[in-house]
């Protein structure tokens, strides 16, 4: 007697939509909030900074800590993430200096352009392997979007540096929610029309006898 047997299709994890979101902005919108409010509080003011750096690396772990019970999986990007965070925190505290928890994101965007370039030219394309689970893109399209997202980050870097150099630590801070993330999803939706054009749905594999 012949057994049919047929593999299921490959499934596409989708993206964790606003909670994801959350957890990938919540510990710096936590720490622009802390900031502000001690910042008001006589007692706090002056160590300010340094209070909310260590209430920004808390919320951090609590992010990490979420994922990790909640899907069961922390995203390679929030491992990066943290570990940048922690080792400019820890700083920042350490030597008293507000100046490392402000180049920090100018590191982190420097890193991730660094990643996308030297995976590209090993022929292993990060942009793929952190986003594949949740799209289905030609190789063609994958190495645009890393390309465009580089350049973005190179952007973001240089951006980071003017604001740092040139305004106040308060001014730099509330530029995060306010500039920063717009830009960021405003870059996102534009790359959306090419992702959508090229997303391939998943073909079921042939039953084989």
């Known amino acids: 007697m012949t057994q049919e047997l047929s593999a299921p299709p490959p499934r596409v994890t989708k993206p964790g939509g606003a909670n994801q979101l959350l957890v990938d902005l919540g510990p710096v919108l936590v720490f622009v909030v802390a900031f502000n409010v001690l910042q008001r509080i006589e007692a706090t003011k002056e160590n300010a900074v340094y209070i909310a750096t260590g209430i920004f690396m808390a919320a951090t772990l609590a992010a990490i800590a979420y994922c990790k019970i909640k899907q069961n999986r922390i995203p390679p990007v929030l491992i990066v993430t943290a570990v940048i965070v922690l080792g400019f925190g820890t700083l920042t505290i350490l030597l008293h200096d507000p100046t490392f928890i402000q180049i920090k994101p100018t590191f982190s965007y420097l890193f991730y352009v660094a990643a996308i370039l030297g995976s590209l030219a090993i022929r292993q394309n990060v942009w793929k392997l952190l986003f594949g689970h949740a799209f289905n893109l030609p190789d063609?399209?994958?190495?645009?979007?890393?390309?465009?997202?580089?350049?973005?980050?190179?952007?973001?870097?240089?951006?980071?540096?003017?604001?740092?150099?040139?305004?106040?630590?308060?001014?730099?801070?509330?530029?995060?929610?306010?500039?920063?993330?717009?830009?960021t999803i405003a870059f996102a939706v534009i790359n959306t029309p090419i992702v959508m054009k090229h997303q391939r749905e998943n073909e079921p594999t042939e039953p084989k006898s």
Do not use: D, H, M, Y
Request: proline share 5%; hydrophobic share 60%; net charge positive.
């Open 140 to 183: 063609r399209i994958w190495t645009i979007l890393a390309l465009r997202w580089a350049g973005f980050f190179v952007f973001q870097a240089v951006l980071n540096e003017v604001i740092r150099n040139t305004q106040t630590f308060e001014f730099w801070l509330n530029s995060r929610p306010l500039i920063v993330f717009p830009l």
